[in-house]
């Protein structure tokens, strides 16, 4: 008898149909992975479907929550920083413009620019680097108001704020342990406040309960009782995201 290499299954975690790529290989252990096509579980030639669907299931809090929270596979085209084009930040367009000066970002927040919206300048010397520039502009903002919004979270919880960095993981929006602190997706700077709370109020919960248990979402609950929306929604904000 033989079992194909590859095959594409079905599971229910926590009353979910949750897809997945089973892959047989020469291997010796079982093993889990998610990244922008889903969940893949590896495993070695003679294991039995029971045993891995009870593999599965031991970890199913981490694969629903991990595939929740990925950030959705980008689009094919990446989005070149050119003169007019829109970039989100909070959630809001903001129109690029490329002019000449000495590689520095001017955020024109306001109505200045004769009523067209905010207008992200980009002053670049010649032959600078537009996206370089673009980017570094986009997590400086980022990280400054992810270190706000952390210290916000932390204070409701009575807890000091733990060091906060940047990340560009491709299957997640934050993470926390208690060696590195907070991390968190510097793209989310692209999406509205109420969406980057809830990727904020998740990590900060998880210095209380490091784990997905229900006490777990109890804590998240206190912090941002809409969160089951949430998670719908920056999953459909995050598929819809500009690639730089
Ligand atoms: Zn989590």
Redesign the pocket.
Same mark, same amino acid.
């Given at each position: 008898m033989s079992t194909p290499a590859v095959e594409s299954r079905e599971i229910e975690l926590a009353g979910q149909r949750v897809g997945y790529t089973l892959r047989r290989s020469v291997r010796k252990t079982l093993g889990l992975r998610i990244d922008h096509r889903g969940l893949t579980v590896g495993v070695p030639l003679r294991v039995g479907l029971g045993e891995v669907e009870s593999f599965i299931r031991k970890h199913a809090g981490w694969v629903v929550?991990t595939l929740q929270a990925r950030p959705a596979s980008p689009p094919a085209e990446p989005l070149a920083p050119c003169d007019g084009v829109e970039i989100p930040v909070l959630g809001k367009p903001w129109r690029l413009r490329l002019a000449r000066g000495g590689n520095r970002v001017v955020w024109h927040e306001g109505f200045e620019q004769g009523g067209s919206g905010p207008v992200l300048e980009l002053a670049l010397r010649s032959g600078g680097n537009a996206r370089g520039l673009l980017l570094k502009a986009l997590q400086q903002r980022g990280l400054e108001l992810f270190r706000n919004r952390v210290e916000e979270y932390c204070l409701r919880l009575g807890r000091p704020a733990p060091p906060v960095s940047l990340s560009s993981a491709r299957t997640r929006w934050g993470s926390c342990s208690s060696r590195s602190g907070i991390r968190l997706h510097w793209r989310l700077i692209h999406l509205p406040l109420p969406l980057i709370d809830y990727v904020v109020a =998740?990590e900060v919960a998880?210095l209380v309960e490091m784990n =997905?248990s229900p006490k777990f979402w109890s804590v998240v609950e206190t912090l941002y009782p809409d969160h089951a929306a949430a998670r719908r929604a920056l999953r459909q904000a995050g598929a819809a995201l500009p690639v730089l």
């Open positions: 929550d =998740h998880h =997905h």
